[in-house]
């Protein structure tokens, strides 16, 4: 049973450059959700993606913005990074039915440093 | 104040021992309560999931929560050497998909 899978697993980038960040839900999951975690913090949410389309979003500026495919796995771009970006990004899957939405199993993370 | 409060540690005990972490909230509206273990430059991992008040056991591992004083407990019996990770609590709201995470306690469990 495949667990989330994310790539890469680190990323170095500069100020005001883009990325683009990927992941693969665990499977026979519909929904993914991203997450920053910042160095000695608990993750942030970012937002959530089902059905293709962004269905919660968390205190995040545009920069941040996301896609889903129709095999469920999703992407998270950030544009114009700053320094604060700098942060280990969570991939999180959840099956959209009955309480197991509620739980969310996270990948491994990609580890962003922005100089 | 935070949505989520959570002794950062570091907490550190011997081989054996019980141990408990805690997480206190301020929104009384959190229904689903959440324990992560994470080893470090890892994901989070779930390892107990809770609706409400009550208790929920799991091998070594017990989830509390006490909805009228907004607390939540994860105890670990016989605690291992493998156990030392930092630990995570996190909950949501009824109808939203956004977890709420504590800022982690950090665990040492020294043979």
């Known amino acids: 049973d495949a667990g989330v899978t994310q790539s890469p697993t680190h990323l170095i980038k500069t100020r005001g450059q883009q990325v683009t960040l990927r992941c693969s839900p665990k499977?026979?999951?519909?929904?993914v959700s991203w997450y920053q975690q910042a160095l000695g913090q608990g993750p942030q949410f970012i937002f959530q993606?089902?059905?293709?389309?962004?269905?919660q979003r968390g205190n995040f500026p545009d920069r941040f913005s996301g896609h889903q495919f129709p095999n469920y796995s999703s992407e998270l771009n950030v544009n114009a990074l700053l320094l604060g970006d700098s942060a280990l990004y969570l991939c999180?899957?959840?099956?959209?039915?009955?309480?197991?939405?509620?739980?969310?199993?996270f990948g491994p993370g990609t580890r962003l440093l922005v100089l | 104040q935070k949505e989520v409060e959570q002794d950062p540690g570091p907490l550190s005990v011997p081989e054996g021992a019980i141990v408990s972490l805690n997480c206190t909230y301020s929104?009384?509206?959190?229904?689903?309560f959440m324990w992560y273990r994470q080893y470090s430059r890892k994901g989070p991992e779930l390892l107990m999931y809770t609706y409400s008040s009550g208790n929920k056991e799991d091998g070594r591992f017990t989830a509390q929560v006490d909805k009228s004083s907004k607390y939540i407990s994860l105890f670990i019996r016989d605690s291992q050497p493998s156990d030392s990770a930092t630990y995570l609590c996190?909950?949501?709201?009824?109808?939203?998909?956004?977890?709420?995470f504590g800022k982690g306690t950090k665990l040492s469990v020294i043979p």
């Open positions: 999180a899957s959840s099956l959209d039915f009955g309480t197991q939405k509620e739980t969310q199993y």
């Open positions: 993606y089902y059905e293709e389309e962004e269905r």
């Open positions: 929104n009384s509206a959190f229904q689903y």
């Open positions: 499977s026979g999951h519909d929904t």
């Open positions: 996190a909950m949501s709201l009824a109808g939203s998909y956004q977890l709420t």
